[in-house]
């Protein structure tokens, strides 16, 4: 089983920023896709960002111009910069990785993060 272990959630006022950041095992054979999600109450989890192994980045119109996704490859990581942070930014934020766990493994399999709170609020 692969855990992504996420970190960086937390209380904010609107304008403020976090930063959330996700490990993905070292041992793991080859990452294709690394991404963002988010969850609020009552609603359904939806893309906040992702970034695909060429480095191209794909964001949600809601986070455009606020949000960055970036990764480091070396230690597979991807973190989440939020930058003027909304009420309506309220959610818990789930990692997300489409990989491979060895070379001996064809199917490429989405792993989820246990999630961590951001809380936007005066």
């Known amino acids: 089983q692969v855990q992504l272990v996420e970190s960086g959630g937390g209380l904010v006022q609107p304008g403020g920023s976090l930063r959330l950041s996700c490990v993905v095992p070292r041992s793991i054979f080859r990452i294709y896709v690394m991404g963002w999600y988010r969850q609020a109450p009552g609603k359904q989890r939806e893309l906040v960002a992702t970034i695909p192994s060429d480095g191209t980045t794909n964001y949600a119109d809601s986070v455009k111009g606020r949000f960055t996704i970036s990764t480091d490859n070396a230690k597979n990581t991807v973190d989440l910069q939020m930058n003027g942070l909304k009420p309506e930014d309220t959610a818990v934020y789930y990692c997300?990785?489409?990989?491979?766990?060895?070379?001996?493994?064809?199917?490429?399999?989405?792993?989820w993060g246990q999630g961590t709170q951001v809380t936007v609020s005066s």
């Open positions: 997300n990785a489409r990989l491979r766990t060895s070379s001996a493994v064809a199917m490429r399999i989405n792993y």
